[in-house]
């Protein structure tokens, strides 16, 4: 049951944010359609400008598997059958919520979790509905 | 499907191409380490130009079996297992994608390194509910049909092979036309995912399909053509609301096949056309529970020959599988899967071990880095109706036989 809850409502836990590029024009999200962008099903924002997953590389990150219903392996192997089959295009890595934050704030269309405490610059934080 | 009177010898390329396949692999790695072990986004056109972002792979194996030759001369060891990509995508405009794959492989007599446009497609996207993509595009079937040149997408060396057979990827991954994809809301029932397509298939003659034609003419008989046949079809997913789950159903069908064959007589050569109309249906399921994964998949073809009189082949098969992830560098699995040949295609057959095929397989794999993996699997399997390589199979016995198989894979 408690599986079946977090598939339909997979918000980000309260000490997470969800940053986007400034150029980004939406203001807020729903939870269901932060779960399309991470597993695929929506690649664009409204404005147009193509959705551009970041993501810390090699860790274990609680929010990507509470906001996807995948664990970091999973989830890189997800994206890689999209990559080669033409379906979708690989989530950018970071090595720490710093360089996410630069990650993000210097790629068009980018959205990232972050951990709450991470001085934040250049980005626009999404309120999640 | 072959008789034993269609036995014909052919000679054997397997150990020169294994090695040529090693080298192809070494070039491979070796300039990805020039490069970088990683995806590279290059910015062709200014700073203010969209990224190109490109990614490929390369995957060399080995297979060593008992008993029989299969996907190539396994019984002495075959390095005739070879896997090359190279991808390129950029986002000219909004809503708008372009993307293009090539691939090389080689699987036993199969594939023979021919450069093959994997895809080459534009794609619009008009909102999630609806997007239309054209060109060469990758056909969608079941959970596996489009990425099975991809190792990285699966814990095992070998998709289960009574529902994707590795030798026929020419004929199945890709057609050359459009479809309509999207994702349509169900609310509290989940969501259903969707893609239509229609187009041409442009079969190689250096492909599985041709390969199989060829093992079941006769010695006096050489295969000239493949035609383009249209195709049409589509793949549904059911996203349930429990997290994880999927259940899948596809169709496709192809109205008109014909491949032309010519005899040599004492009077000059006579050719032959036959034709035939196929049906699909594969049937899916797949769940992801914390570290496991389940997928069970079913498929039907049904292959009608035109000519009078009619006659019906069908194809069945289908596995269940289940992996279990212990870290973010070993993950095992294991698979059963059944593969049957019914109607008119079984009455041609002599020996009863070429009308099925059961394959039991146990698989670890090895996330070296997040670039670099290697997978051991077992196998035992018991039929031979999927060896397709009646020279390098002359007997048939009903039993048992084994195979190990060994792959590794880079990829950026």
Redesign the interface.
């Known amino acids: 049951m408690l599986s079946l809850v977090r598939g339909l409502h997979a918000n980000p836990p309260a000490n997470v944010r969800v940053i986007v590029n400034e150029g980004v024009r939406d203001g807020s999200i729903t939870a269901t359609e932060l779960k399309n962008i991470y597993t695929g099903r929506t690649n664009y924002w409204d404005g147009g400008e193509h959705v551009v997953i970041a993501v810390l590389s090699d860790s274990t990150d609680e929010a990507l598997d509470e906001v996807s219903g995948m664990d970091a392996s999973e989830f890189r192997t997800f994206w890689q059958r999209l990559v080669f089959s033409g379906r979708g295009e690989e989530p950018r890595t970071a090595t720490d919520a710093g360089s996410l934050v630069e990650l993000v704030a210097s790629t068009r269309g980018a959205i990232a979790l972050v951990p709450a405490d991470v001085p934040l610059k250049g980005v626009k934080v999404l309120h999640v509905k | 499907m072959f008789t034993p009177s269609h036995l014909k010898m052919r000679k054997t390329r397997h150990r020169n191409k294994g090695l040529f396949g090693s080298a192809l692999l070494l070039a491979a790695i070796a300039a990805i380490s020039i490069g970088q072990s990683r995806?590279a986004d290059w910015q062709l056109f200014g700073p203010n130009a969209p990224d190109i972002?490109f990614?490929g792979?390369a995957s060399q194996g080995f297979l060593d079996s008992t008993g029989y030759n299969y996907l190539g001369a396994s019984k002495n060891g075959s390095l005739a297992y070879t896997e090359l990509?190279l991808?390129a995508?950029f986002?000219p405009f909004?809503?708008t994608?372009i993307?293009?794959?090539g691939i090389a492989y080689d699987v036993g007599d199969a594939g023979k390194y021919d450069p093959i446009l994997?895809?080459a497609?534009a794609e619009y996207?008009f909102n999630?509910y609806i997007g239309i993509r054209g060109g060469r595009?990758?056909r969608p079937q079941g959970i596996y049909n489009?990425?099975q040149?991809?190792d990285?997408?699966r814990t095992f060396v070998l998709l289960p092979q009574a529902v994707y057979d590795a030798r026929w990827r020419d004929f199945y991954e890709s057609l050359d036309g459009a479809d309509l994809f999207g994702?349509i809301?169900l609310g509290?029932c989940?969501?259903l995912?969707y893609e239509i397509y229609g187009g041409v298939i442009r079969p190689s003659m250096d492909g599985g399909v041709a390969l199989e034609i060829r093992n079941e003419l006769p010695p006096s008989a050489h295969l000239d053509e493949l035609n383009t046949p249209k195709v049409i079809g589509g793949q549904f997913w059911w996203n349930a609301?429990?997290?994880?789950l999927r259940l899948g159903a596809a169709g496709v069908y192809i109205p008109s096949f014909t491949f032309t064959n010519s005899f040599e007589t004492p009077f000059g050569p006579i050719r032959s056309v036959t034709k035939s109309s196929v049906v699909g249906q594969q049937y899916s399921a797949e769940y992801?529970?914390k570290?496991w994964?389940f997928q069970s998949e079913g498929c039907f073809l049904a292959n009608t020959s035109r000519l009078a009189p009619s006659t019906n082949e069908y194809d069945l098969g289908w596995y269940a599988s289940a992996a279990y992830?212990f870290n973010?560098w070993l993950?095992t699995g294991a698979y059963y899967d059944e593969y049957y040949i019914q109607g008119a295609g079984k009455a041609t057959l002599t020996s009863h071990s070429d009308t099925f095929q059961k394959d039991a397989a146990v698989a670890v794999r090895f996330?070296v880095t997040?670039r670099w993996i290697f997978k051991v699997e077992g196998h035992y399997i018991h039929g031979t109706a999927l060896l397709e390589d009646n020279a390098l199979n002359p007997e048939r016995r009903d039993n048992g036989w084994w195979m190990i198989a060994l792959k590794s894979t880079i990829?950026f």
Do not use: C, V
């Open positions: 995806a972002e990614h792979f990509g991808n995508s986002n909004p809503r994608r993307a293009l794959q994997d895809y497609m996207t999630d595009i990758q489009d990425i040149d991809l990285l997408g994702t809301p509290a989940g969501s995912t609301p429990l997290d994880g992801l529970w570290a994964t992830r973010k993950e996330d997040n990829s």
